[in-house]
């Protein structure tokens, strides 16, 4: 039987079930946020914020800021070349970060039109992700010292963290709300059979004239004549 989905379906369905909505709903909300808060280990992120000034005169004349902007792609390979990363690492003084595992966890990114270069580090540890940042930037000033000087505008901060608490459980939230909600209705649209009068009424589209009750005595004689057959049956087998 084709079932039309419309509005009042939808809404009958949501009242006929809110309660088990709204349980599932909460569950799976606190449920992702104990997850996030208590077996998610959160990744922070420091950046430091650096600006290139270029020594030569000559290179001064012709536009400092334009010939630095066309020449950020060196600054940036040069700041992750291997002599960045050794250095920085020495200044780091810790076995566990070697110049590779800097590498992976250091990003450097160039501001279009501007000589600024952003130098962000992750790591679970944010003092130790602010202590990466720094010195890297340390590292990298040392480093291109023979092509251009790196001014150091802003020590690093922590920018973000992920995965966000708030975000999940909003994600949770809504993903357990649709699903839910989503189910019962599939089980409601599922169920064909007529339990009610105003159901029928409301199926077949016509006006319901009268229905025929249930006659009690019917019922008790029918429950009393099953009753005697059980009786016959077990004295037959005796």
Known sequence: MDVEINLKVLLKSFLKHIWLIALITILVTLGTAAFTAFLVTPTYEATTVAHIWLDDSEMQATGKYDYATKILKLYVARIKSDETMNYAADLINDEDYTPEKIRSVVDVEST??????????????????????????EAAAYTIDDIATLVEIETATITSSSPSLAVNCVIGFLASAVLSFGICLFVDLSDTKITSEEQLAETLDVPLLGAIPMVEWQAEEEKRAEGNKSQVQRGTKS
Do not use: E
Not at 117 to 135: E, G, R
């Open 112 to 137: 279009q039109g501007d000589p600024t270069l952003h130098i962000t580090a992750k790591s679970s540890d944010p003092d130790q992700a602010i202590n990466i940042a720094n010195k890297v930037s």
